[in-house]
């Protein structure tokens, strides 16, 4: 225990090991990529740069520049007004990119379903406990002489665990009654 609070001063163990179990959870994500999967990750990190900004800024003017200098000087240019080819490559370049960014996007979606699905886990557990805590405090209410034993409906209604199958039945049917079209404020009604 001395180890732990040598390693994190001021945090609690169950602190430490959830903080452990997030990292493995990126770490393993991570690992678990392929080569072509973090190829991609390390692009689209690199396109939303400033530089790359600063870059393709550069290359587009420096394009239509060349362009218009060498029609200038009465030389046929390899892009002449309006820019056929530049156009054709930044609408090529643009596909790229938005293929590159779904399929990053892809992949990170998939950690964080994984990182909902354990915060998921963990609420339930959470709820698991705290329903037991409360059980056991009004059993202790209701053993103890000392106090006043009185009907708390709140604290019984506490003490049962919820039923996540119900719970998330009543979520879908709140929401669809809430996506319902209200009929006075329809201007056909």
């Known amino acids: 225990m001395a180890d732990d609070d040598a390693s994190s001063p001021g945090l609690p163990s169950h602190i430490e090991e959830i903080i452990q179990t997030l990292a493995r959870l990126h770490a393993d994500h991570h690992s678990n990529a392929t ?24 290359v587009v003017a420096g394009w239509i520049l060349f362009n218009l200098v060498v029609a200038a000087f009465g030389l046929r240019p390899i892009d002449p007004l309006p820019f056929p080819w530049l156009g054709g490559a930044v609408s ?14 892809r992949r990170e979606d998939e950690l964080a379903h994984h990182r909902e699905q354990l915060t998921l886990e963990l609420a339930i557990l959470s709820e698991q406990k705290t329903t037991k805590v409360i059980r056991l405090l009004e059993e202790s209410r209701r053993d103890n002489p000392l106090i006043h034993n009185r009907g708390d409906r709140e604290a019984e209604s506490m003490a049962r665990p919820a039923d996540p199958q119900s719970v998330l039945d009543e979520i879908k049917k709140t929401h669809a009654v809430a996506e319902k079209p209200n009929a006075s404020s329809d201007p056909k009604a």
């Open 92 to 105: 090529l370049v643009s596909l790229y990119m938005v293929v590159l960014i779904l399929a990053t996007q």
């Open 35 to 58: 080569r072509v999967e973090r190829t991609m990750a390390r692009l689209t990190a690199g396109l939303g740069r400033p530089a790359f900004i600063g870059a393709l800024t550069i």
